[in-house]
């Protein structure tokens, strides 16, 4: 029998439950094929695969992308193996692609479903029906971009691989799934968010659903992932800062700029474990700040909580902040960033910080961004995208095309909320951090203020820098390098183990399919 794509198998059976209670509830039975039609249908299909983004691909999502960072030392490892799940690739391919199956098949679930609905319903004079379909041209984006982090490099190293992935938009095509190459799937990311913001309404007062301002938003990060560090495409460039000021500009979001709002205090605290901060993050369902969250509602079972891991529960894993992180940001000991980490001190009322794994020198620091959304301890939500970042996007940009003034001005918005010092075009070469270049200031602004948020490692990655994790691991270690005498461990930029494998069960489904090198 000829074997067919395992893409299209697995579409047969569309999971649309186990909604949140903040999108309704979607019903237990499946939908009918006339029910793809129907404003009715459509809208429950959407808060179907919202579900599923908050529901356990944003807990994937966000550990692969956390753990695997210099933010997070990683802690309780178990023969040593625990490391390599998340910052190499090769122990996916030794348990045949068990870590990254389900994110992988749940993240091409809801492309069919977008692809089912777009098939079958076309744009109109009604603005209800539009904004509808609107929001799975966005969601089909985001689905295909969650992916592309994980399973491509970076667009800046096409030179290296310019494999992309299976790119589906015919829910009736059944033949063989074949990688595209990355320039096409960017395309298609950018053509599908393009479409969206021409129909989508403008932030209302839910921000847990796509909007023009989300796919603006996402449209300002796409293009800012495309820009060579060294050698920038300025079109590109422009249409990150210019997608980013559409989203500051509509009145719609904003940067909260009130510290003791964003921080819960205008001074740097004694956030002792668990603090119950009242932060941003804890209220970021109803503030400016949020242009799009996937929010989560109760927490369930500490392992399944975004919590998990960044608290001091300890449930299997602890995810301490690295002391390179701690360091950097107290290199200005009046940052309010210090409000996000909550700490385990070694007596009730002492400043001697607890040692949560005394062998590798890590401290009892963690970021609490996850953590008392509501005033519930544990309960936290994915802030996909929010009014800081299209500033750092803006700098970031304005950095690689030599606008040292207009990247300074972008990045002391952040700085000046966070109670630090601002730079000038005369001081900045004298910053504490001891950074000499532009874009390594903007970065290292954007990794202080975005820990935790899904963006660190592919921020390095993509600038063609290495990953430079300040701790080692004992033993036969799964990372890139262990340089003899150093007490760190590195990952090179280049390397083929910075992105995942295609996982064992598509290869195995897909003879036309080519597997990322291991």
Not at 116 to 143: C, P, S
Request: hydrophobic share 35%.
């Amino acid at each position: 029998m000829k074997k067919r794509s395992f893409i299209a198998i697995i579409f047969g059976t569309i999971l649309l439950s186990n909604c949140t209670k903040k999108l309704d509830t979607f019903p237990g039975d499946s939908l009918g094929r006339q029910d793809f039609s129907s404003l009715q249908g459509v809208k429950l299909l959407s808060t179907g695969i919202y579900s599923s983004l908050s529901s356990g691909i944003d807990k994937a999502n966000n550990d692969y992308h956390n753990y695997s960072s210099d933010d997070f030392a990683k802690l309780n490892r178990v023969n040593n193996s625990e490391p390599g799940l998340f910052t190499t690739n090769i122990l996916d391919v030794n348990n045949n692609g068990v870590t990254t199956w389900p994110l992988w098949t749940n993240c091409y679930k809801n492309i069919f479903t977008c692809n089912t609905v777009i098939a079958q319903n076309k744009f109109g004079a009604d603005i209800e029906n539009n904004n509808a379909l609107g929001e799975l041209y966005f969601l089909r984006a985001y689905n295909y971009f969650i992916l592309s982090n994980l399973f491509t490099r970076p667009y800046t190293q096409m030179n290296i691989s310019n494999l992309g992935l299976p790119i589906r938009l015919d829910p009736n095509d059944n033949t063989e799934a074949k990688r595209s190459m990355i320039d096409e799937l960017y395309n298609q990311m950018i053509a599908d968010l393009k479409i969206s913001a021409f129909y989508l309404k403008s932030i209302g007062t839910d921000r847990t659903r796509a909007s023009k301002q989300a796919a603006h938003a996402l449209l300002a990060r796409i293009y800012n992932s495309m820009l060579d560090p060294a050698t920038p495409d300025i079109t590109m460039a422009n249409n990150a800062i210019n997608y980013a000021d559409s989203v500051l500009n509509s009145g719609k979001a904003s940067m909260i700029t009130a510290s003791d709002v964003f921080f819960g205090n205008n001074t740097v605290v004694r956030t002792q474990w668990p603090s119950g901060t009242k932060h941003y993050f804890s209220t970021a369902s109803s503030s400016s700040e949020t242009i799009w969250m996937l929010y989560r509602t109760v927490v369930t079972t500490l392992p399944l909580c975004l919590d998990n891991g960044y608290n001091q529960l300890k449930a299997g894993q602890y995810l301490p902040i690295s002391n390179d992180y701690y360091t950097l940001l107290n290199k200005y000991p009046t940052d309010l960033r210090n409000n996000l980490i909550d700490k385990s001190y070694t007596t009730a009322t002492g400043t001697i910080l607890s040692s949560a794994d005394a062998a590798y020198n890590a401290k009892s620091t963690n970021c609490n961004k996850y953590s008392f959304q509501g005033g519930i301890n544990n309960l936290g939500s994915t802030i996909v995208l929010r009014a800081t970042e299209m500033r750092l996007i803006q700098a970031e940009a304005y950095a690689k095309l030599g606008n040292t003034a207009k990247a300074l001005e972008n990045i002391n918005y952040v700085r000046s909320r966070a109670g630090v010092p601002v730079f000038t075009i005369t001081n900045w070469t004298t910053n504490s951090y001891n950074i000499k270049n532009i874009l390594d200031l903007v970065l290292n602004e954007k990794r202080l203020e975005m820990i935790g948020e899904c963006q660190r490692t592919r921020d390095v990655y993509r600038n063609k820098k290495d990953m430079i994790r300040a701790y080692r691991f004992d033993g036969d270690n799964y990372l890139e390098i262990f340089p003899v005498g150093m007490p760190s461990t590195v990952s090179r930029w280049n390397s083929k183990q910075i992105i995942r494998p295609i996982p064992y069960g598509q290869m195995l489904q897909s003879s036309a399919m080519v597997q990322n090198p291991y």
